[in-house]
């Protein structure tokens, strides 16, 4: 199994930038190569939204619209580490912010336990 753990979040003003990261471990290698990496955010009370996500070679990015231009989602696999850059953060990106792994196509069927982002105006 792939264990996630996120770390980076943090509290910051708007227009601030934070990078956040997860780090996966345990079983990393073989078809999980073929997962894509995900990042989501949820606020208490809502549903969990998608933000962006990976493939583990770095090919493959997609982006929610709202975050296109501000997030970048890179892989570091020699590391076995994903990141997600967050600029220009605003008061509306407050959220915790949660790693996934999943095949292609499926829903994520690994998570991390989040990292809380905290925007101010």
């Known amino acids: 199994q792939v264990q996630l753990v996120e770390s980076g979040g943090g509290s910051v003003q708007a227009g601030g930038s934070l990078r956040l990261s997860c780090a996966a471990s345990g079983r990393t290698g073989g078809d999980v190569r073929t997962y894509y990496m995900y990042w989501f955010r949820q606020v208490p009370g809502q549903e969990r939204e998608f933000v962006a996500r990976?493939?583990?070679?770095?090919?493959?990015?997609r982006y929610v619209d709202f975050v296109k231009g501000r997030f970048t989602i890179s892989v570091d696999s020699g590391e076995n580490t994903v990141y997600l850059q967050v600029m220009d953060l605003k008061p509306g990106d407050t959220a915790a912010y949660y790693c996934?792994?999943?095949?292609?196509?499926?829903?994520?069927?690994?998570w991390g336990r989040g990292t809380q982002v905290t925007v101010s105006s």
């Open positions: 990976i493939s583990w070679d770095g090919t493959s990015t």
């Open positions: 996934a792994s999943g095949s292609p196509g499926a829903t994520p069927d690994r």
